[in-house]
C-alpha cells in the first residue's frame, strides 16, 4: 500500500468528499513518536488508543511506501503506554477517516502543523482519480515525515 499526503484545508476536502460521496467510517486521535526519520525511510511507534504499532515507511517520489504496519504485543504495549504521557517528542493528530473505492482518506489535524489529507489509494486509477478530484499536482505531494516538519519549526 502506498500512502501520499499534503497540506490541505480540511473545510475544502470534507466538500469534496461529500461531492464525490466518499462515505465517513470514524473520528480518531493518535499519537506518534519517531524512532527514525532519513532521506529513504520512517520508522515510528503509533499509539490509537491502547494499542502501540511499530510502522516502517519507505520515501519514494510521490509519497510513501508502507512496508510494516505491525501492532505490538499487550506485554510491550503496556511497558511502553507511559513513554507517551507528557513527551514533548510525541506528535499528536486528530483524524477523520474517509472511505471512497477502495482508497482511505484522512484527514488530520497535527498539533503545531496544522490541517493535512493523507491518500490511501488501492491503486494508481484510484490515486489519479483523487489528485484530479482535489486538484492536487504530484509536485504538490509531501515526502517528508511530520516529524522533521516539526523540527524545521
Not at 482519480?129 to 516529524?147: G, W
Request: glycine share 6%; proline share 2%.
Amino acid at each position: 500500500m502506498k500512502e501520499f499526503k499534503i497540506k490541505y484545508p480540511h473545510n475544502k476536502a470534507r466538500e469534496i468528499l461529500k461531492n464525490i460521496k466518499a462515505k465517513f467510517t470514524e473520528k480518531t486521535e493518535q499519537e506518534d513518536f519517531y524512532l527514525k526519520s532519513t532521506n529513504t525511510g520512517i520508522l515510528r511507534l503509533k499509539k490509537e488508543g491502547n494499542e502501540i504499532y511499530l510502522i516502517h515507511l519507505t520515501k519514494e517520489k510521490e509519497g510513501f511506501g508502507i512496508n510494516l504496519s505491525e501492532r505490538l504485543d499487550e506485554e510491550v504495549t503496556n511497558s511502553l503506554l507511559s513513554f507517551f504521557k507528557n513527551n514533548q517528542l510525541v506528535i499528536k493528530k486528530t483524524r477523520e477517516h474517509y472511505f471512497w473505492k477502495g482508497a482511505k482518506i484522512v484527514l488530520d489535524n497535527v498539533g503545531g502543523l496544522g490541517e493535512f489529507m493523507e491518500v490511501y489509494p488501492q491503486d494508481e486509477v484510484t490515486k489519479e482519480e483523487l489528485l484530479k478530484a482535489f486538484k492536487i499536482n504530484p509536485t504538490e505531494l509531501i515526502t517528508e515525515s511530520y516529524y522533521d516538519m516539526w523540527k524545521k519549526k
